[in-house]
């Protein structure tokens, strides 16, 4: 088995264990970096390139100024409702976390 099927493998155990990447990793005896660094990757793999740090990728063609609200939740579950035609303030927004 390669190094990729492993990670897979182990990602797999991880999201049915119900425990933090912390404890899991020490679960292992690995390192809690190397393992975070499988994580991303191969999520980013999964998720073709689209998610990026938690966000997905809004193309300014799919908000446009049409007047519509918008919702940003933060990793930390803080949300945010705002007009979505506005895209300078949802990017600096967005930045701030």
Request: glycine share 12%; net charge positive; proline share 1%.
């Amino acid at each position: 088995m390669d190094k990729r099927q492993e990670m897979l493998k182990l990602l797999e155990e991880f999201e049915v264990s119900g425990m933090t990447q912390r404890d899991f990793s020490a679960s292992k005896g690995m390192g809690f970096h190397k393992f975070n660094y499988w994580y991303r990757k191969l999520n980013k793999e999964q998720m073709g390139g689209d998610q990026l740090n938690g966000f997905f990728r809004v193309d300014a063609g799919t908000v446009g100024s049409s007047g519509r609200d918008l919702e940003l939740i933060y990793p930390n579950g803080v949300k945010l409702k705002l007009n979505a035609g506005d895209l300078s303030l949802v990017s600096r927004l967005i930045r701030l976390y």
